[in-house]
């Protein structure tokens, strides 16, 4: 461990040791983590900033909303996958024009 590092652990031991953890928000509860897989690694960090202040960009929308589509094809009764393929169909059709024209 650097020096940094041990500076850092010494500062959270002497926080917890002061109490300064003990009423934060959700202590004791489960956190509810962001589903990331449908975010390339390098713009993760980017994504849950934008994610935590109330906005996406579109392309990022489009990318979820594909990614339950494709959970909801999974687990959807035979009648309903046509319709849901569709969509499926239209959302990544509107995505590749979205980023084509960011590549202008």
Do not use: C, H, W
């Not at 202590?27 to 449908?38: H, I």
């Not at 909303?65 to 169909?89: F, H, V, Y």
Request: proline share 6%.
């Amino acid at each position: 461990m650097d020096g940094i590092s041990r500076i850092i652990e010494r500062n959270i031991k002497k926080a917890i040791d002061q109490g300064v953890f003990d009423d934060l928000p959700g202590k004791g509860k489960a956190q509810r983590l962001a589903d990331l897989r449908f975010v390339p690694p390098e713009q993760r960090a980017a994504f849950l900033v934008l994610r935590n202040s109330g906005s996406l960009p579109p392309e990022m929308e489009l990318r979820k909303e594909i990614a339950s589509l494709e959970e909801q094809l999974q687990i959807a009764m035979e009648e309903d996958k046509p319709g849901i393929i569709k969509a499926i169909t239209e959302k990544k059709m509107f995505y590749d024009i979205l980023m084509e024209r960011r590549k202008r």
